[in-house]
């Protein structure tokens, strides 16, 4: 008997163990592609955003926002963006994806922006939020959605709302 007639279902080698071979395979397959660098699990550059509320001040709450951006390659990123309003976007959603607040449009002059970053490098910038208090429910939670050189990131938000 020749042994693909023993892996075959019923030919000689129980169902669990057959599968538990093939999975093994499967698994060791995968492992050996990712460490040779056939697969990357990694995204080439990520954003990783971090969004603290600070105390009320008037009538704004300000949102201390701090994005990195990560290159995960080991060749030069080219970051371009069509005008400097546009390297840093965001949006302000309540727990059902409703809209609550933006980035103000602002006169911007058309001007591409571009920007490099080295392989296996990142850079990180702060922001400064105002964000209206009116606009803010007390029993929701909140999500940041960044674009940073036009790559996307959102974190969970959560504000502190002082009654009026």
Known sequence: ??????????????????????MF?????????????????????????TAEPGAQTGETIPLN?????????????????????????????????DFVQAKREEMCPQVLMQATLEGNHNTTENFVLEI?????????SYELRVSYWNIEAQTKVDFTISPN
């Open 1 to 22: 008997m020749a042994l693909r007639d023993k892996i075959k279902p019923g030919g000689g080698m129980p169902n669990m163990l057959n599968s538990s071979l093939l």
């Open 25 to 49: 395979i499967f698994v060791a397959g995968i492992w050996i592609a990712y460490s040779t660098g056939a697969i990357n699990f990694e995204e080439d550059a990520a954003v990783k955003v």
């Open 65 to 97: 926002v701090t994005v990195q951006l990560i290159n995960n390659t080991d060749s030069l990123m080219e970051l371009t963006a069509p005008s400097p309003c546009k390297v840093f976007k965001w949006v302000l959603v309540d727990s059902r994806r």
């Open 132 to 140: 209206d208090p009116k606009r803010l429910s007390p029993n929701s």
